[in-house]
């Protein structure tokens, strides 16, 4: 048996498996940094898709009446979209304060 007190001692010792430890915590380090900024981009995105929508609705207004069925349909479609969307939204920025059940 080895006498502990009288082997060498390193203290720069890394155990083999340190550098997987350190890539691990990086890969983690990323994810959570790419997860925080997910609500600030949909919001982005939504807020486009909601200026979209306001422009459809500006078209729609001046189209036929043959052409104002369909599109109506269409802009209701998008509306409600938009609408479950932003809910989500909110659930994601106040996980707290709402929630799944209300939205669905």
Same mark, same amino acid.
């Given at each position: 048996m080895m006498d502990l007190r009288k082997a060498p001692v390193n203290p720069i010792y890394l155990p083999p498996y340190t550098p997987n430890i350190i890539k691990g915590c990086i890969k983690?380090?990323?994810?959570?940094?790419d997860t925080q900024n997910v609500p600030k981009t949909c @919001? =982005? =995105? /939504?807020?486009a898709a909601w200026a979209m929508l306001a422009e459809l609705q500006v078209h729609v207004s001046r189209v036929e009446d043959? =052409?104002?069925?369909? /599109? @109506?349909? @269409? /802009?209701q479609n998008n509306k409600t979209t938009l609408d479950k969307l932003d809910s989500i939204l909110t659930v994601s920025q106040y996980p707290s304060q709402v929630s799944i059940q209300d939205i669905l």
């Open positions: 983690g380090y990323n994810f959570f940094q @919001s =982005e =995105e /939504l807020d043959k =052409e104002m069925a369909l /599109l @109506s349909v @269409s /802009l």
